[in-house]
């Protein structure tokens, strides 16, 4: 069990003085003697006195710890962009605790009340997928803790948000695939309910009309995970033989469909051409190594802790909201080389 | 800027009752009226009102949070740990912050200071390889708040420890080499100052020895990321005539390992068997898949929660200590069948 942390009645009534007097020696202040000041300060450094972090809190309406809450800390993509939001914060003297909801609305709910409990002195959020209500999110802006989405945002509530282009980022790999010679592109897609879903697929889609090439619903094979891939391994077999490129919406997905067809004969990329999504460490670690598009997760966080920092320090207009967008960029490896053997 | 948060004093001063009325009505005190009650509750639900987080836990001189600090959240390693911690904690009523070091001892002193003004009720600590000094640590136990260290412990502190026993896994995953017929087996190390390095290479020296078989220092090359793999590729090239199986200290290094060797024209596992340490999701991923050492994070988390719950809610004595340890398991895939064609 936690013992009481002592306070400064305690060391006023140990050393027979009064607490103010105790509270000005440990502050400096000049009206004590640096006598007194000595033997407050070191006694405070003997029995470990903290001054309690709420007072100090209710003090200077500040904390210097921000909070960021993300679906998945093991996401390569979440992890780029806690290191880019702790790099801003820890310069500017601010630490950051970090809460994972594993993408659960409930853990959502409680880990933001957590977070408010402790006044931090701002908040950094990434929707979790099931997150259909959105009061938790409201109740922030109520209790005047600043607050900025980044990637999954929150449509229902205005804030900063920082996201990377995915529409665009799905565009360029498709166009990539197109430049190296494929003439009909099959797509791994994500859930259409999901916006990162809906927006990769209508930036392949709009890719392939550029191109005059149609985007053809029976090429588009719903499957975003290792697991998803082999479940609809016949699917994508089936499709094989009529396909020289696939597009995939994200790294994983694409390098389990790029084995499910090295299993089945064919041969990556002199076959079939596959372009990822997200450039993890998984996309050097594939054979052949996975030509894919960098989301930029590490200036999303720096980005999104800078405008926090905005509105935490100088006092930002509540309705001054910005959106900041970033387009990835094309990671070219050996995958997406059509016609060469690897 | 945070607006300071409403309080009991100042609901009474709006309602014009007095403030142990309110909060008797708050918590439903069968001395108020309902009709009291039902203003009250429904007045301070409007106004947002939460009670005061370190006015709650000084009453209860419980917050039911508890803080991790672990020295990178991306790895795999960590991520499973992470989640055996939050399933226990979760299922107990606890919520899990999370706070990362990089590595940095300076980090880790602030991170645990965090987490002490916030009141939690326990931490798991996994150290950061830059800690030399362990003031910090002392002063959580001074401070009275539950530690338990997991997988980087702190030697100098006596506190419960819950660990993988790495000596055992590399000593399983080279007889696994020398069970496949290989007979000279070179080492990929990490850094000898590291325990996890020390501990490594003498299971390997140990399982060498058990079989008749020398434990050569001309076979143990020191890399243990992809980066230094690359950097020692000529030393790993210039033995690779010589020896006929590898185990690395950990995926990554194997894996990459792997590729120099391919690159050079070597056949994997017919040639060279491999075999690597931690079972990341790149095991699989690997060409061939990799044979490795699973480290059971997962268990390791649920132990290291279990026994910080014991130091919070049952008063465990406070010199009674525990040490918890899981031996790694064998996963084997196609990269250690010595002979064979992938």
Redesign the interface.
């Known amino acids: 069990?936690?013992?009481?942390?002592i306070t400064i009645k305690d060391i006023a009534r140990i050393l027979g003085i009064s607490p103010s007097t105790v509270s000005r020696a440990l502050k400096d202040h000049p009206d004590i003697s640096p006598k007194t000041k000595q033997l407050v300060q070191t006694f405070a450094e003997k029995v470990?006195y903290?001054p309690?972090?709420?007072a100090l809190s209710?003090r200077s309406?500040k904390?210097n710890?921000i909070g960021i809450v993300i679906p998945e800390?093991?996401h390569?993509f979440f992890?780029t962009v806690?290191s880019g939001i702790?790099d801003v914060a820890?310069g500017r003297g601010y630490?950051?605790?970090?809460?994972?909801t594993?993408e659960n609305y409930q853990?959502e709910v409680?880990?933001l009340?957590?977070l408010?409990?402790?006044?931090v002195?701002g908040i950094l959020i990434s929707m979790s997928k099931n997150t259909h209500e959105f009061a938790h999110f409201e109740?922030l802006k109520?209790?005047?803790?600043?607050v900025v989405f980044f990637d999954r945002i929150c449509e229902q509530i205005s804030s900063d948000r920082v996201i990377a282009d995915d529409f665009e980022g799905a565009r360029i790999a498709t166009r990539h695939l197109i430049d190296k010679g494929c003439k009909k592109i099959m797509h791994l897609a994500a859930p259409q309910h999901l916006l990162i879903g809906k927006n990769r697929k209508e930036g392949y889609c709009s890719a392939l009309k550029e191109h005059k090439l149609s985007c053809d619903d029976r090429l588009i094979v719903k499957c975003d995970t290792?697991e998803t891939v082999f479940a609809r391994a016949d699917d994508i077999i089936r499709l094989a033989p009529e396909v020289d490129g696939i597009f995939a919406v994200n790294d994983?997905t694409a390098?389990a469909a790029m084995?499910v067809l090295q299993r089945n004969g064919y041969s990556i990329p002199k076959d079939i051409a596959v372009v990822g999504f997200g450039d993890g460490?998984?996309a050097?670690?594939?054979?052949p190594p996975l030509t894919t598009v960098e989301q930029k997760g590490y200036d999303i966080g720096q980005a999104a802790m800078r405008l926090l920092i905005g509105h935490?320090e100088n006092?930002v207009e509540e309705e001054e909201y910005e959106t900041k967008i970033f387009t990835p960029e094309l990671v070219e490896r050996a995958s997406s080389q059509l016609g060469t053997e690897y």
């Open positions: 069990m936690k013992s009481q942390p470990n903290r309690n972090a709420l209710l309406s904390t710890t800390i093991v390569h992890s806690i702790e820890y630490n950051a605790i970090i809460c994972q594993n853990r409680i880990d009340q957590a408010v409990d402790n006044r002195d109740n109520e209790n005047g803790v600043p290792r994983s390098i084995q460490p998984n050097n670690i594939a054979y935490i006092n």
